[in-house]
Nanobody, 122 residues
């Protein structure tokens, strides 16, 4: 069984930093993409950052230059370093693992974590 678990959220003042961590548990053979999404109240869920298995990364325009994504393929982890945080970064952040091949499923599956709250005060 595959589980995605996030950690590292919390309350921080504007201009501060937080680091989110995500680990994918299970008998994993391959993960194509590992992503961070966020969902703010009254807004649609948006992709914040992503990293594929080849090391290529992508970021939303709203976080470019402030956030960095780090993936460790050997450990099936992905971290999101968030610097220069703004009140508009306040949201529940979700880790997403896509194209996951495991002992349970030989085709790529998508899994989500339960989310971690990030609150940035002004």
């Amino acid at each position: 069984q595959v589980q995605v678990v996030e950690s590292g959220g919390g309350l921080v003042q504007a201009g501060g930093s937080l680091r989110l961590s995500c680990v994918v548990h299970g008998n994993i053979r391959r993960i194509d993409d590992m992503n961070w999404y966020r969902k703010a109240p009254g807004k649609q869920r948006e992709l914040v950052a992503g990293a594929n298995s080849d090391g290529r990364t992508r970021y939303s325009d709203s976080v470019k230059g402030r956030f960095s994504i780090f993936r460790d393929n050997a450990k099936n982890t992905v971290d999101l370093q968030m610097n220069s945080l703004k009140p508009e970064d306040t949201a529940v952040y979700y880790c997403n693992a896509d194209g996951v091949v495991s002992d349970s499923y030989s085709i790529g599956m998508m899994y989500w974590g339960g989310g971690t709250q990030v609150t940035v005060s002004s």
